[in-house]
């Protein structure tokens, strides 16, 4: 297994690095549950999401 360095703590909760990773292919329904009612996007990305703190660099809608 390769160590991977994440660019900053808890990246790997971030739905950028969960959309790299297959997550919504293979959590569709959770994926579903923290992008609903999206009230923040992520200025790295643009992905959208309910809480702050599922993006890098949440931004409030």
């Known amino acids: 297994m390769v160590d991977v ?3 900053h703590p808890q990246h790997e909760e971030h739905l950028c690095f969960k959309q790299n990773v297959g997550y919504l292919k293979s959590n569709l329904e959770d994926y579903k549950k923290l992008v ?3 009230k923040f996007v992520c200025k790295g ?3 959208v999401a309910a809480k702050e703190e599922s ?3 949440p ?3």
Do not use: H, V, Y
Request: hydrophobic content about 20%.
């Open 36 to 38: 609903r009612n999206g």
């Open 45 to 47: 990305c643009g992905r």
């Open 59 to 61: 931004e409030k809608l």
């Open 55 to 57: 993006l890098c660099t």
């Open 5 to 7: 360095k994440m660019p």
